[in-house]
Nanobody, 115 residues
């Protein structure tokens, strides 16, 4: 499964970024999708997920609730993660994948939040 993430960068604390993920139509449209992140020295963790329909979202890390928003753009085979009020602890490589995840991962996109 080929998934490609983009939109990361270096931002000051309190700033915003919008991550994008593009993938095959059959994956984006038929699977529940999620954004995961991996901080240095830590395991990859699921941050947020959106249902197959795109109508149900869940946020699996308490600290991102109210700041992050996941959405699915089915016509364009994309999944987004809007991240507001970013904090240094959000620094990580962010990946998208199905939920549950396929074994193959895209390259991810680096998000660095400076204090």
């Amino acid at each position: 499964v080929q998934l490609a993430e983009s939109g990361g960068g270096l931002v000051q604390a309190g700033g915003s970024l919008r991550l994008s993920c593009i993938g095959p139509e059959r994956v984006i449209n038929l699977d529940a999708m999620g954004w995961y992140r991996q901080a240095p020295g830590k395991q990859r963790e699921l941050v947020a997920s959106v249902s197959q329909s795109g109508f149900k979202t869940d946020y699996w890390i308490a600290s991102v609730r109210g700041r992050f928003a996941i959405s699915k753009d089915k016509p364009n085979n994309k999944v987004y993660l809007q991240m507001n009020d970013l904090k240094p602890e959000d620094t990580a490589v962010y990946y998208c994948n199905s939920v549950p995840a396929y074994d193959s991962w895209g390259p991810g996109t680096q998000v660095t939040v400076s204090s």
